[in-house]
Nanobody, 115 residues
Framework: QVQLVESGGGLVQAGGSLRLSCAASRTFGINTMGWYRQAPGKQRELVAVITRGGSTNYADSVKGRFTASRDNAKNAVYLQMNSLKPEDTAVYYC??????????WGQGTQVTVAS
């Protein structure tokens, strides 16, 4: 089992920035760490993932604005969100996936971008 605790969500004006953090109880055996989001009435979608080696993959809608980073020594993954837009409003979930295939989710943190 891996426990994930997110922090850093909140209310921000359009054009502003937020930094999300996710602390994992362990990263041994974990390959990818990343972020997904779910807006009201919509399906959960990928925002960004980062492999243990540092390779990243971003949703087209956030490329150039969001940056994912990872600190394996601290068992943490981060999401720096700049130039936020109202359409970025969602619950953001931290997610990790083990090399063996199992996945784990955090409880989610609300991000609200006011226009």
């Amino acid at each position: 089992q891996v426990q994930l605790v997110e922090s850093g969500g909140g209310l921000v004006q359009a054009g502003g920035s937020l930094r999300l953090s996710c602390a994992a109880s362990r990263t041994f055996g974990i390959n990818t760490m990343g972020w997904y989001r779910q807006a009201p009435g919509k399906q959960r979608e990928l925002v960004a993932v980062i492999t243990r080696g540092g390779s990243t993959n971003y949703a087209d809608s956030v490329k150039g604005r969001f940056t994912a980073s990872r600190d394996n020594a601290k068992n943490a993954v981060y999401l720096q969100m700049n130039s936020l837009k109202p359409e970025d409003t969602a619950v953001y979930y931290c997610s990790v996936r083990a090399y063996a295939g199992e996945g784990y989710w955090g409880q989610g943190t609300q991000v609200t971008v006011a226009s």
